[in-house]
Protein backbone atom coordinates (compact mmCIF):
# COMPACT_ATOMS: atom_id res chain seq x y z
CA UNK A 1 0.00 0.00 0.00
CA UNK A 2 1.39 3.19 -1.19
CA UNK A 3 2.24 6.33 1.03
CA UNK A 4 0.34 9.22 0.24
CA UNK A 5 1.63 13.01 0.90
CA UNK A 6 -1.22 15.52 0.07
CA UNK A 7 -0.31 19.68 -0.20
CA UNK A 8 -2.77 22.24 0.27
CA UNK A 9 -3.19 26.03 0.12
CA UNK A 10 -2.89 26.29 3.77
CA UNK A 11 -1.58 29.98 5.41
CA UNK A 12 0.09 28.10 8.51
CA UNK A 13 2.06 26.08 6.07
CA UNK A 14 3.38 28.16 3.20
CA UNK A 15 4.43 30.92 5.49
CA UNK A 16 6.43 27.90 7.36
CA UNK A 17 8.18 27.48 3.96
CA UNK A 18 8.38 31.05 3.45
CA UNK A 19 6.20 30.60 0.25
CA UNK A 20 4.22 33.97 -0.44
CA UNK A 21 0.74 33.36 1.03
CA UNK A 22 -1.52 36.78 -0.89
CA UNK A 23 -4.24 35.74 -2.76
CA UNK A 24 -5.00 31.65 -2.32
CA UNK A 25 -4.17 31.03 0.78
CA UNK A 26 -6.61 30.40 3.22
CA UNK A 27 -7.04 29.77 6.80
CA UNK A 28 -8.20 26.08 7.93
CA UNK A 29 -9.67 25.96 11.67
CA UNK A 30 -10.68 23.09 13.65
CA UNK A 31 -9.41 20.39 11.70
CA UNK A 32 -10.19 16.79 12.04
CA UNK A 33 -8.63 13.63 10.70
CA UNK A 34 -10.74 10.51 10.33
CA UNK A 35 -7.41 8.74 11.32
CA UNK A 36 -4.67 9.80 13.22
CA UNK A 37 -2.00 11.76 11.81
CA UNK A 38 1.04 13.13 14.19
CA UNK A 39 2.89 14.44 11.44
CA UNK A 40 0.57 17.28 10.78
CA UNK A 41 0.74 18.60 14.65
CA UNK A 42 4.30 18.85 14.23
CA UNK A 43 5.20 20.05 10.66
CA UNK A 44 1.29 20.28 8.70
CA UNK A 45 2.56 17.33 6.83
CA UNK A 46 -0.57 15.37 5.77
CA UNK A 47 0.59 12.18 4.72
CA UNK A 48 -1.62 8.54 5.13
CA UNK A 49 -2.74 5.10 3.81
CA UNK A 50 -5.16 5.27 1.62
CA UNK A 51 -7.62 2.01 2.27
CA UNK A 52 -10.11 0.56 -0.37
CA UNK A 53 -12.58 2.60 -1.88
CA UNK A 54 -14.21 6.03 -0.88
CA UNK A 55 -13.14 7.45 2.19
CA UNK A 56 -13.17 11.07 4.26
CA UNK A 57 -9.47 12.37 4.38
CA UNK A 58 -10.40 14.93 7.10
CA UNK A 59 -12.91 17.84 7.87
CA UNK A 60 -12.31 21.28 9.04
CA UNK A 61 -13.79 24.79 9.05
CA UNK A 62 -13.26 28.22 7.38
CA UNK A 63 -13.38 31.25 9.87
CA UNK A 64 -13.55 33.73 6.51
CA UNK A 65 -16.82 35.05 5.31
CA UNK A 66 -18.00 33.46 2.75
CA UNK A 67 -20.11 34.83 -0.66
CA UNK A 68 -22.44 32.58 -2.02
CA UNK A 69 -22.19 31.71 -5.04
CA UNK A 70 -26.35 32.04 -5.81
CA UNK A 71 -28.11 35.18 -3.90
CA UNK A 72 -31.67 34.83 -3.74
CA UNK A 73 -34.17 37.74 -2.86
CA UNK A 74 -37.89 36.82 -1.94
CA UNK A 75 -40.69 39.46 -1.78
CA UNK A 76 -44.33 38.25 -0.29
CA UNK A 77 -46.94 39.91 -1.05
CA UNK A 78 -50.32 39.38 0.64
CA UNK A 79 -53.81 40.96 -0.66
CA UNK A 80 -57.16 40.90 0.93
CA UNK A 81 -55.92 37.65 2.24
CA UNK A 82 -57.23 35.86 -0.15
CA UNK A 83 -54.14 35.70 -2.90
CA UNK A 84 -50.43 36.00 -2.03
CA UNK A 85 -47.91 36.72 -4.54
CA UNK A 86 -44.56 35.69 -4.78
CA UNK A 87 -41.56 37.38 -6.65
CA UNK A 88 -38.02 36.01 -6.39
CA UNK A 89 -35.04 36.93 -7.99
CA UNK A 90 -31.88 34.88 -8.63
CA UNK A 91 -28.54 36.19 -9.51
CA UNK A 92 -25.00 34.11 -9.56
CA UNK A 93 -22.26 35.44 -8.23
CA UNK A 94 -19.53 33.49 -9.56
CA UNK A 95 -17.34 34.84 -12.79
CA UNK A 96 -18.61 34.25 -16.36
CA UNK A 97 -15.99 31.30 -16.46
CA UNK A 98 -18.02 29.28 -14.52
CA UNK A 99 -22.00 27.99 -15.08
CA UNK A 100 -24.19 26.16 -12.15
CA UNK A 101 -25.90 23.00 -13.43
CA UNK A 102 -29.44 21.42 -12.50
CA UNK A 103 -30.16 24.59 -10.00
CA UNK A 104 -33.42 24.07 -8.11
CA UNK A 105 -34.55 26.42 -5.71
CA UNK A 106 -37.19 25.82 -3.20
CA UNK A 107 -39.54 28.35 -1.77
CA UNK A 108 -41.53 27.11 1.11
CA UNK A 109 -45.71 28.49 0.33
CA UNK A 110 -48.64 28.97 3.11
CA UNK A 111 -50.01 25.02 2.85
CA UNK A 112 -53.54 26.21 2.10
CA UNK A 113 -52.27 27.86 -1.62
CA UNK A 114 -54.52 26.42 -4.31
CA UNK A 115 -54.14 27.53 -7.97
CA UNK A 116 -50.71 28.34 -9.05
CA UNK A 117 -49.98 30.84 -11.83
CA UNK A 118 -45.88 30.82 -12.13
CA UNK A 119 -43.72 32.66 -14.43
CA UNK A 120 -40.27 32.78 -14.92
CA UNK A 121 -37.81 34.40 -17.43
CA UNK A 122 -35.64 31.37 -17.26
CA UNK A 123 -36.33 27.31 -16.34
CA UNK A 124 -39.44 25.60 -14.96
CA UNK A 125 -41.19 26.32 -11.70
CA UNK A 126 -43.59 23.54 -10.68
CA UNK A 127 -45.93 23.79 -6.97
CA UNK A 128 -44.90 21.07 -4.90
CA UNK A 129 -47.81 20.41 -2.51
CA UNK A 130 -46.75 17.49 -0.34
CA UNK A 131 -43.58 19.86 0.52
CA UNK A 132 -45.74 22.93 0.83
CA UNK A 133 -43.45 24.37 -1.50
CA UNK A 134 -42.66 26.24 -5.23
CA UNK A 135 -39.81 24.07 -6.59
CA UNK A 136 -38.20 26.46 -9.48
CA UNK A 137 -35.90 24.46 -11.58
CA UNK A 138 -33.07 26.46 -13.77
CA UNK A 139 -30.69 23.52 -16.04
CA UNK A 140 -28.11 25.82 -16.31
CA UNK A 141 -27.42 28.92 -14.83
CA UNK A 142 -24.10 30.81 -16.14
CA UNK A 143 -22.43 33.65 -14.02
CA UNK A 144 -23.29 37.08 -13.85
CA UNK A 145 -26.84 36.23 -14.62
CA UNK A 146 -30.17 37.24 -12.79
CA UNK A 147 -33.47 35.15 -13.28
CA UNK A 148 -36.88 36.71 -12.39
CA UNK A 149 -40.18 34.38 -11.12
CA UNK A 150 -43.42 35.54 -10.39
CA UNK A 151 -45.78 33.68 -9.03
CA UNK A 152 -49.53 33.82 -7.40
CA UNK A 153 -51.14 31.65 -4.87
CA UNK A 154 -55.21 31.53 -4.04
CA UNK A 155 -55.23 31.13 0.02
CA UNK A 156 -59.12 30.16 0.07
CA UNK A 157 -58.51 29.62 4.21
CA UNK A 158 -60.03 32.32 6.37
CA UNK A 159 -57.49 33.67 8.98
CA UNK A 160 -58.63 35.70 12.13
CA UNK A 161 -57.18 39.43 11.61
CA UNK A 162 -54.64 39.28 15.00
CA UNK A 163 -53.70 35.52 13.66
CA UNK A 164 -50.13 34.21 14.66
CA UNK A 165 -47.84 34.80 12.14
CA UNK A 166 -46.38 32.37 9.89
CA UNK A 167 -43.15 29.67 10.12
CA UNK A 168 -40.87 31.27 7.93
CA UNK A 169 -38.95 28.39 6.93
CA UNK A 170 -36.10 28.99 4.64
CA UNK A 171 -35.47 28.80 0.86
CA UNK A 172 -33.27 25.66 -0.32
CA UNK A 173 -30.32 26.01 -2.89
CA UNK A 174 -29.21 23.55 -5.01
CA UNK A 175 -26.46 23.35 -7.78
CA UNK A 176 -23.34 22.41 -9.04
CA UNK A 177 -20.52 23.94 -10.19
CA UNK A 178 -17.37 21.91 -11.89
CA UNK A 179 -14.36 22.53 -10.80
CA UNK A 180 -15.52 25.46 -8.27
CA UNK A 181 -15.00 25.17 -4.12
CA UNK A 182 -16.56 28.12 -2.33
CA UNK A 183 -13.81 27.38 0.44
CA UNK A 184 -11.36 28.61 -2.12
CA UNK A 185 -8.84 25.33 -0.93
CA UNK A 186 -6.92 24.34 -3.74
CA UNK A 187 -4.80 20.89 -3.69
CA UNK A 188 -1.11 21.61 -4.54
CA UNK A 189 0.18 18.47 -4.70
CA UNK A 190 -0.22 14.72 -4.28
CA UNK A 191 2.74 12.51 -3.62
CA UNK A 192 2.26 9.24 -3.88
CA UNK A 193 5.28 7.42 -2.96
CA UNK A 194 5.68 3.41 -3.08
CA UNK A 195 8.45 1.85 -1.19
CA UNK A 196 10.49 -1.35 -3.38
CA UNK A 197 10.51 -4.27 -1.53
CA UNK A 198 13.56 -5.96 -1.87
CA UNK A 199 14.62 -8.68 -4.80
CA UNK A 200 13.98 -11.84 -3.43
CA UNK A 201 17.08 -14.45 -3.45
CA UNK A 202 17.49 -17.43 -5.43
CA UNK A 203 19.12 -20.37 -4.30
CA UNK A 204 17.92 -23.99 -3.68
CA UNK A 205 16.87 -25.82 -0.21
CA UNK A 206 16.66 -29.65 0.12
CA UNK A 207 14.19 -31.00 3.04
CA UNK A 208 14.44 -34.55 3.73
CA UNK A 209 14.93 -35.29 0.21
CA UNK A 210 12.02 -32.84 -1.40
CA UNK A 211 13.84 -29.94 -3.68
CA UNK A 212 12.36 -26.61 -2.76
Same mark, same amino acid.
Not at 23 to 30: Q, R, W
Not at 91 to 100: G, L, N, P
Not at 144 to 169: C, D
Given at each position: ??????????????????????????????????? /???????????????????????????????????????????? +??????? /????? +?????????????????????????????? /?? +??????????????????????????????????????????????????????????? +??????????????????????????????
Amino acid at each position: MPECKLGLNDRVLLEAQGRSTKGKAIDLDDINFIS /MLARFENDRTISFLPPDGAFDLMTYRLSTQVKPPIRVEAQVERH +SRSRIEI /MVKAR +SQYKDRSTATNVEIELPVPSDSTNPNVRTS /MG +SASYVPENDALLWKIKSFPGGKEYMMRAEFSLPSITAEEATPERKAPIRVKFEIPYFTL +SRIQVRYLKIIEKRLPSASVGKIHYNGWRV
